[in-house]
Nanobody, 122 residues
């Protein structure tokens, strides 16, 4: 089993910044990457960003490129998401996920945190 605990969400004005954190515990040795997804009200959950644990491989959805940065602290089994230049359309519950890269593509395992709400006001 894997446990994922997110934190760092909140209310911010458009143009502002937030930093999300997700601590992983349990049987993480079978995975090679961590990721963030988000789900806006009335919409399906979508991929945001992923990073390999042991190298600099990252992937981002086009809508956040240049604004969001994913990073990991291997010693702490923690993944971060720095959100800059936030827009109202970034409003969503952000979920942490653990998985692996295969052929350059991120594949999510079925382990999710409870999520942290990010609200961006205009």
């Amino acid at each position: 089993q894997v446990q994922l605990v997110e934190s760092g969400g909140g209310l911010v004005q458009a143009g502002g910044s937030l930093r999300l954190s997700c601590a992983a515990s349990g049987r993480t040795f079978s995975t090679s990457a961590m990721a963030w997804f988000r789900q806006a009200p009335g919409k399906e959950r979508e991929f945001v960003a992923a990073k390999h644990w042991n190298n600099m491989t990252t992937r981002y959805v086009d809508s956040v490129k240049g604004r969001f940065t994913i990073s990991t602290d291997n010693a702490k089994n923690t993944v971060y998401l720095q959100l800059n230049s936030l827009k109202p359309e970034d409003t969503a519950v952000y979920y942490c996920n653990i998985g692996r890269f295969v052929g350059g593509r991120y594949y999510a395992m079925d382990y999710w945190g409870k999520g942290t709400l990010v609200t961006v006001s205009s």
